[in-house]
């Protein structure tokens, strides 16, 4: 027996002899029977990866799909919502305008009108988050005003203040829609 244990260590073929005869193939019988175990343990995990993938992907199309749905629908709420904000910017501006004629034109009844159109959009601009940026007498801020020039100052109050608005700028809901364009007194 030691004579097959020196020539296993050295590699050697062992005869095909009373030798062969005398190993005991109890432990080659166990050793085949766990390998034989393992690589049916190996084939079902491969076979319940390839399962969990084509699940994965499944879901994953699923899902990608919704996604890209949800996307599309964000992307078209956020260009109504700007072309709204361009319509409600475009009313302002209508009715800002038609209170300057009225001024202009001296006609009480016009600029009756004016005012109550005013304050009628004042209150719908309210309910829909938009709001006017304050201005006339404000030290500018770039965040909210845009300086389209600079004037001389008729009091010295009026020093780095903003004297004139050109046109009016808004936010909505917090956010700039649109800064307000002012002249300041230098």
């Given at each position: ?71 599309q629908q964000r992307a078209k709420l956020e260009d109504q919502v700007e072309q709204l904000q361009r ?100």
């Amino acid at each position: 027996m030691e004579d097959i244990h020196k020539r296993l260590q050295t590699f050697e073929p062992v005869d095909q002899g009373q030798e062969v005869a005398a190993l005991n193939t109890e432990f080659a019988d166990q050793f085949l029977k766990v390998f034989t175990r393992m690589a049916k343990a190996q084939w079902k995990t491969q076979q319940k990866a390839d399962l969990s993938a084509r699940k994965v992907a499944e879901h994953l199309d699923e899902h990608g799909e919704l996604l890209n749905n949800l996307k599309q629908q964000r992307a078209k709420l956020e260009d109504q919502v700007e072309q709204l904000q361009r319509f409600i910017l475009e009313v302002c501006d209508l009715i800002t305008g038609f209170k300057a004629s009225a001024e202009a034109s001296g006609d009480s009844e016009m600029k009756s009108a004016a005012e109550t159109m005013t304050r009628a959009l004042q209150k719908s601009m309210a309910k829909v988050g938009l709001q006017e940026i304050p201005a006339i007498g404000q030290v500018p801020d770039p965040m909210y005003h845009f300086v389209l020039s600079t004037r001389q100052p008729e009091k010295q109050s009026e020093y780095d203040r903003i004297v004139e608005v050109v046109e009016a700028g808004y936010t909505m809901y917090g956010e700039v829609v649109r800064k307000a364009n002012v002249i300041v007194a230098k």
